[in-house]
């Protein structure tokens, strides 16, 4: 099986997450940066898968020079290889672009799977492994909570996960799989993983060694525009009330007080 | 008047309550036609509903290749009807099937996509909170015919009734859209409650529950104030409550009138998904919590004692 996975590297979930002031795009260089938290769910899964079955993974990044050090972690996992797409030009592109150009890359590692996972928690987009299907033009089996593969037969087979349970997906392979945090529960580099990363191959590819045109990515030709942007206005400091006996009916009156009951 | 595609979001033909809200938004910006797209048959149980929420036009897709692979067909059929009817904008729910399908019709038509959107003025500059609602941004499309994913609750839906014309649509779907095959639904819990997207009212139950039988608390105080029932990824993971309940940044984002967050401590990815409540009501018996901070009304408590009484006071004022 050759597995392609691909991780972002995000502002660090408990970081206070800021627009640049300049530009209006996602402030990475005042905070610390971390491998999306979501994406070490996809990475577990294609290790397991290659556990399973054989082959290799690589991990695919499209970030600014410092996502390096996600593409580290994710070798440090174990997988075996990586690309790195960076380059100026890609500053402040859309969804619709990075899967443009996360798919160009893609496309020349000829995969059997491609796994992504569902949400980024900076974009909290949640939908590059539909767009990456699209620009594929592959099978989407995304939201996946369980995934089998078959390699003998050339299938995979997913649940995904629904609102009111899930629903049975099977396709032949190749496919873009989406993964769902419930999964697995990823592992945490070794010592020895942190050591054998350092000496494995990574691909530094710029846009036009990656076939792109600098003109369709970047924040120019982007097909959106952050026109203003604000910190949520405070939330009125609430009423704090310990317990004396009476807290429901507190809450209670509370509450009919604010016409909710 | 300039045409707006609304893509009706339902199941099994009974729409959902955020169908209402787009309609009643896509009312604002031009003329809403409604875009239903479902397995044969199905879109009788929408048509009454579309009509008295203003639709003035309705394209009506019924094929069991719309219901029967995931996403590609429905994304496909939208983009020919963007080229062809070229509206103003094309409205979607932020639901996963729906933003999947929205993001890929844009993709096609090489147009701008927004996810998230609270607010829409007429001009289409979208209000959305980003990180986790902690940023308010107003953007706007700036390429093609602007696709927006509009979060659920962010609208009051008001009826309009009329008599909306149906136009019937020929389901071509290509083969490479045809490659991800639903062979199974599987129903796995269905509790009669409101949907935990689209409620008016949340409660929510965390670790300070201590078992999942306990969560019986929480589901009696939901039923009283007629509400949702959600669950912190604490809960869900120790299998307390199911996984389609967490709210959070991995789970559902809801934004209802009233969340209520007991045992909860309010970790900044469970904030992530309830923030953006109207009124939240916080019982935890750790004054340090820091769902406190965000709590309109908290109260320092031991759940067990607070939420029966709760319960009891809602059943009385009824
Ligand atoms: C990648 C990733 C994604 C995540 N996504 C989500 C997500 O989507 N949603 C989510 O919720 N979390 C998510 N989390 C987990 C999150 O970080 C927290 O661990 C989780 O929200 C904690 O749940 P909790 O508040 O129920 O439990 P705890 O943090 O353990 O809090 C329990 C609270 O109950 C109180 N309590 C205990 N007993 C009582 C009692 N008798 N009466 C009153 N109060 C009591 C305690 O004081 C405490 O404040 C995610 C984490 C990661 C790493
Ligand atoms: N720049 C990127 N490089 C690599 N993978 C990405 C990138 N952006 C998004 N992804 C993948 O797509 C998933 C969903 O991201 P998003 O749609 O941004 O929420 C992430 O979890 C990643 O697996």
Redesign the pocket.
């Known amino acids: 099986m050759n597995i392609v996975v691909t991780v972002k590297q995000v502002p660090d979930t408990w970081a206070e997450k800021k627009l640049d002031a300049s530009d209006r795009t996602t402030d990475r260089k005042s905070v610390d940066n971390v491998m999306n ?2 994406d070490e769910y996809g990475v577990e899964e294609a290790l397991r898968i290659k556990e399973a079955h054989g082959g290799e993974v690589t991990v695919v990044t499209m970030g600014p020079q410092k996502a390096v050090e996600t593409i580290r972690k994710a070798l440090s996992m174990g997988a075996d290889k990586a690309v790195h797409l960076t380059d100026d030009a890609l500053h402040g592109s859309d969804a619709l672009q990075t899967s443009k150009a996360l798919a160009k890359v893609i496309a020349t590692l000829s995969p059997d799977l491609v796994i992504t996972a569902t949400e980024a928690s900076d974009a909290r987009g949640g939908v590059m492994g539909a767009l990456l299907a699209e620009r594929l033009g592959l099978p989407q089996l995304t939201l996946a909570r369980k995934v089998t593969v078959d390699p003998a037969a050339g299938t995979v087979q997913i649940e995904r996960q629904a609102d009111n349970g899930y629903a049975l997906v099977e396709a032949s392979l190749p496919a873009v799989v989406g993964v769902v ?1 419930k999964i697995n529960e990823p592992r945490y580099p070794s010592f020895k993983g942190i050591m054998a990363a350092k000496k494995k191959p990574l691909t530094t590819l710029g846009v036009g060694e990656a076939g792109l045109d600098a003109s369709e990515v970047g924040l120019a030709s982007a097909g959106s525009k952050v026109d203003d942007a604000e910190p949520r206005p405070p939330r009125q400091s609430g009423t704090i009330v310990k317990d004396e006996g009476d807290g429901g009916a507190k809450i209670a009156e509370f509450l009919a007080t604010q016409k909710l009951i | 008047m300039a045409e707006v595609l609304v893509l009706v979001e339902h199941a099994d033909g009974e729409p959902k309550k955020v169908t209402a809200e787009l309609l009643t938004l896509a009312r604002t910006l031009g003329e809403p036609s409604a875009v239903f797209l479902g397995g044969p048959g199905t879109y009788a149980k929408a048509k009454e509903y579309l009509a008295q929420y203003g639709a003035a036009k309705v394209y009506v897709g019924e094929s069991d290749d719309l219901a029967d692979y995931v996403v590609a067909p429905a994304a496909e059929v939208l983009a020919k009807l963007i080229a062809s009817a070229s509206p103003v904008a094309v409205l979607t729910a932020a639901t996963p099937d729906a933003r999947e399908t929205a993001a890929r019709a844009a993709a096609k038509s090489d147009s701008g996509f927004l996810w998230d959107a609270v607010g829409l003025t007429p001009e289409l500059v979208a209000t959305q909170g980003i990180f986790g609602g902690s940023t308010i941004v107003q953007s706007h499309v700036t390429k093609g015919i602007p696709v927006i994913a509009v979060r659920p609750n962010s609208t009051a839906a008001e009826a309009a009734p009329g008599t909306p014309t149906e136009e019937q649509l020929t389901i071509e779907v290509s083969d490479v859209a045809k490659t991800a095959k639903i062979v199974d639904r599987v129903v796995e819990a269905k509790s009669g409650r409101p949907d935990l997207t689209e409620a008016q009212i949340v409660v929510s139950g ?3 529950l ?1 078992a999942g039988e306990n969560f019986a608390l929480v589901e009696k105080l939901a039923d009283s104030l007629g509400a949702a029932v959600g669950a ?4 869900t993971d120790a299998g307390w409550y199911p996984h389609q309940n ?6 559902k984002t809801v934004s209802p009138q009233l969340y209520v967050a007991v ?8 904030r ?2 309830m923030q953006t409540s109207k009124t939240i009501v916080a ?4 004054p340090e ?1 820091p ?1 406190f901070e965000l709590a309109d009304f908290g109260l320092v ?4 004692q607070v939420v029966p009484q709760l319960t009891d006071e809602v059943e009385k004022r009824k």
């Open positions: 938290e979501m945090e | 965390g670790r300070g201590g912190s990824r604490a809960a967490q709210v959070g940044q991995t789970g045992g909860i401590s309010g970790a900044i990815q469970h992530a998904g019982i935890n018996k750790d919590a769902i408590g031991d759940l067990f």
